[in-house]
């Protein structure tokens, strides 16, 4: 007789099998860590909104101001940003008198029948770069009056896809019924890293976290167990979170970003400054090799063993001899920013001393004072002044300013001058520019970078670029000389001279004649440069 064939295999076997499955997920899981919790898609793409223009628009709320007489104090809204600088010639006697005022409307270097388009190009590229740039941490929030909640304003930071206990939550009521505190986020989760008794939480690990409770000191308690945890990655962002109570509402923001990794110099202390351990010497050099062996075998009478690093994009290079001389050759005439990037790349001390090649080193161009003020200031370079033959020495002493603009653009205005003298170094004074004569922090000078497509002349553009990101300092009394360019009727011009000449200064009338003007324009968004 056959026994009849039991249902209740196949059901085993299907839960073995689901078993199995479900222990070998959980493995992979434990053996790829949280990878797999991160495999969603985030939409990064460029929006198609526009961001607006400039810095906060902050508008009086028109409570305050209707019925309320008031008369404007034009001495001081005179001061006050505008939504839309002008590009207009200051008018002053004097200023009229010396010529010291110019206006360079930037967009009249491309022609008449591109300009439209170029603008348009300008603004795509404008636009994506704010969204790179923007966070919510540049929002502008303002704290209602009265508010019972407490909350932190600033110095919340989260790592990306890391959890931290946000500080300072609360609630400061009294007599309610019942108290309910919420918080939102957009790029992150709540959580409780601990659970108080009477109070009830829902939307644990969620972007909204809601808090209630019958008894104020026990909502308060839980508050301060409130986690937050990234999930969006992001490398330098950060979140908004709103914070919420019956009738009130907050909002503080969390930023979010990776440590920025220091960048230090092993150099061993000793007693005084060991210029050759911490200096490297940049140039760039073309054709002018005279020049460039008088400049080296001045340095060599002070600074015998500090190194010099030289890019050359001469047409016939010729090989620079000698100890501690590093020459770095370039395809012919690439360019004179495309070299300072070069010899700049090259340096491996902590500082750097960039000179042209046609300086010469004197008794009084003093690195160790440079040295010494870098190293105990957070200034990120200082300048000298460089010395004509008649004795005339310029320092190339300004400040830089930019405007909020519109549309169009913003207004640069470069004014000679200084901010502020620093103490402790006489004749040293704080600026935004300086001559091609100084000492910086090697990697400063590496994240500023100097645009490749200047190659024939160009110095205030590495300044632009650098204006927010460089401390700036120049001191008159550290000198180098300049060779002299006085030419005698007698004197025979040297062949190298004759085609340094011919290349150096650009014509207006070349391809090139404006380019820096089009790089101001498109480039760093200018509408025009201004210059008192």
């Not at 001081?76 to 010291?100: A, F, H, M």
């Not at 190009?121 to 704010?130: P, V």
């Not at 033959?389 to 640069?412: A, N, R």
Request: a positive charge.
């Amino acid at each position: 007789m056959r026994r009849p064939v039991s249902r209740m295999r196949p059901l085993k076997k299907i839960a073995c099998t689901s078993l199995l499955v479900a222990v070998v997920i959980v493995v992979l899981c434990e053996l790829t860590g949280n990878k797999w919790q991160y495999r969603m898609a985030v939409d990064i793409h460029y929006r198609m909104e526009s961001i607006p223009y400039g810095q906060h628009d902050y508008q009086w709320r028109k409570s305050v101001l209707n019925g309320s007489m008031y008369k404007w104090k034009e001495s001081v809204v005179r001061q006050l940003t505008k939504k839309d600088c002008k590009c207009e010639k200051e008018e002053s006697p004097l200023s009229r008198l010396l010529n010291w005022s110019s206006v360079t409307e930037l967009e009249t270097a491309f022609n008449a029948a591109e300009r439209l388009e170029v603008k348009q190009r300008r603004e795509k590229e404008y636009q994506h770069f704010l969204q790179r740039m923007k966070t919510s941490a540049d929002a502008l929030l303002i704290a209602r009056a009265n508010s019972p909640l407490e909350y932190p304003i600033q110095g919340v930071e989260v790592r990306p896809l890391k959890s931290i206990l946000i500080p300072g939550l609360s609630l400061q009521a009294k007599y309610w019924r019942r108290y309910e505190v919420n918080v939102t986020a957009a790029l992150g989760t709540f959580d409780v890293a601990a659970e108080v008794d009477e109070v009830m939480v829902e939307g644990a690990g969620q972007m909204h976290l809601s808090l209630s409770s019958a008894q104020v000191d026990n909502l308060n308690r839980q508050l301060q167990f409130i986690t937050y945890t990234n999930t969006i990655f992001n490398p330098n962002t950060a979140d908004t979170v709103l914070l919420k109570t019956a009738g009130h509402q907050a909002a503080f923001t969390i930023k979010i970003r990776h440590p920025v990794i220091p960048k230090l110099y092993n150099v061993k202390s000793q007693s005084g400054y060991n210029v050759s351990a911490l200096v490297t010497v940049a140039t760039k050099t073309f054709l002018r090799y005279d020049k460039l062996r008088e400049l080296i075998s001045s340095i060599r009478r002070f600074y015998p063993t500090v190194t010099i690093v030289i890019a050359d994009d001469s047409s016939n290079p010729q090989k620079i001899e000698g100890p501690f001389i590093e020459q770095y050759f370039m395809p012919y005439r690439k360019g004179w920013f495309a070299g300072r990037n070069l010899a700049v790349s090259q340096v491996q001390t902590k500082y750097l001393l960039w000179v042209d090649d046609d300086f010469i080193f004197a008794s009084d161009t003093k690195l160790e004072k440079m040295v010494e003020i870098l190293e105990k200031t957070t200034l990120d370079m200082v300048g000298g002044s460089v010395r004509e033959v008649t004795q005339y020495s310029t320092t190339f002493q300004h400040t830089m300013s930019v405007e909020q603009g519109g549309k169009d653009g913003d207004c640069l205005t470069v004014r000679k001058g200084f901010y502020h003298e620093v103490e402790g170094f006489p004749n040293c004074v704080v600026v935004d520019a300086i001559v091609n004569f100084f000492m910086a922090r090697t990697n400063k000078v590496q994240q500023v970078g100097f645009d490749p497509l200047i190659a024939r002349q160009g110095h205030l553009e590495f300044f632009i670029d650098g204006l927010g990101l460089l401390h700036v300092g120049s001191c008159s009394d550290i000198k180098v000389d300049h060779a002299s360019k006085i030419v005698m009727p007698w004197t025979r011009q040297s062949e190298s001279d004759r085609l340094y000449k011919g290349f150096r200064y650009v014509q207006p009338l070349e391809d090139d004649g404006r380019l820096q003007e089009k790089l101001l324009y498109f480039k760093n968004r200018l509408k025009c440069m201004k210059s008192k």
